[in-house]
């Protein structure tokens, strides 16, 4: 699978963006996706993640009740929908995907194929 991050940009601290990944190669539906970001200066880190079915999330902390991952298989596309963002969140976002045996399946670590990333830029 071919991933291509898109989205991302210059926001002022409390705005919103919202980032998408779009597939392409292999059927989108047996993939678990995620979310993943690296600071400057820091590791990369994981941010979210959705299961094949889009009926399991999971979130890092720092992120729970400001950003919303989600999927739309039919056009092999995955979100991440990001509010009341914070300069703390200025980094590169990347997608990611590993094939998931079950339909609720979902990763926080462990996958093999990324997109490009996409940079996110939150001023204060």
């Known amino acids: 699978v071919q991933l291509q991050a898109s989205g991302g940009g210059l926001v002022q601290a409390g705005g919103s963006l919202r980032l998408s990944c779009a597939a392409s190669g292999r059927t989108f539906s047996i993939y678990a996706m995620g979310w993943f970001r690296q600071a400057p200066g820091k590791e990369r880190e994981f941010v979210a993640a959705?299961?094949?079915?889009?009926?399991?999330?999971n979130y890092t902390e720092s992120v729970k009740g400001r950003f919303t991952i989600s999927r739309d298989n039919a056009k092999r596309l995955v979100y991440l929908q990001m509010n009341i963002l914070k300069p703390d969140d200025t980094a590169v976002y990347y997608c990611?995907?590993?094939?998931?045996?079950?339909?609720?399946?979902?990763?926080?670590?462990?996958?093999?194929?990324w997109g490009q990333g996409t940079k996110v830029t939150v001023s204060s």
């Open positions: 959705i299961s094949r079915s889009g009926g399991s999330t």
């Open positions: 990611a995907a590993e094939p998931a045996s079950r339909l609720e399946k979902l990763y926080t670590i462990g996958y093999d194929y």
